[in-house]
């Protein structure tokens, strides 16, 4: 019965090791091994209420490539992602279906290595629509 409990424990921590590989590789960080630096754009949406703003689509731009990676904004209206570190110009914005308005929310930053960059997007009621 204990041998049985035992290989039940083994099987639910390999479960749980594939699990947790699967989302760190849905998230997008495939290019990253966890040994290798990386540089980090961390960020808050706040609401026209100046309150956070959860469900939020995020978009990041590195300013060498033509895709964006696509994030939403958690419970707490924070976003994260990591990329490889390097000196290099990221665009960050609020994918609202109002074009214009999601170009008022775009803010820039500037990775110099391997580091964290802190932004904040702002919705204004028009870009809350």
């Not at 041998?3 to 590789?25: D, H, P």
């Not at 992602?81 to 000196?87: K, L, N, Q, S, Y």
Request: net charge positive; hydrophobic share 40%.
């Amino acid at each position: 019965m204990r041998r049985n409990n035992r290989v039940g424990q083994i099987i639910l921590c390999v479960v749980f090791a594939l699990f947790t590989q699967s989302l760190m590789g849905a998230a997008g960080d495939k290019k990253l091994s966890p040994k290798q630096p990386y540089a980090l754009i961390f960020g808050t949406v706040f609401g026209p209420d100046a309150r956070p703003a959860p469900g939020v689509k995020v978009k990041i731009r590195r300013a060498a490539e033509k895709k964006p990676v696509e994030l939403v904004s958690d419970a707490r209206g924070e976003f994260a992602h990591r990329f490889p570190a390097g000196a290099a110009d990221y665009t960050i914005w609020a994918d609202l279906k109002d074009k214009q308005a999601a170009q008022k929310t775009e803010v820039k930053a500037h990775v110099e290595n391997d580091e964290r960059q802190d932004v904040t997007l702002h919705l204004t009621n028009q870009s809350s629509k």
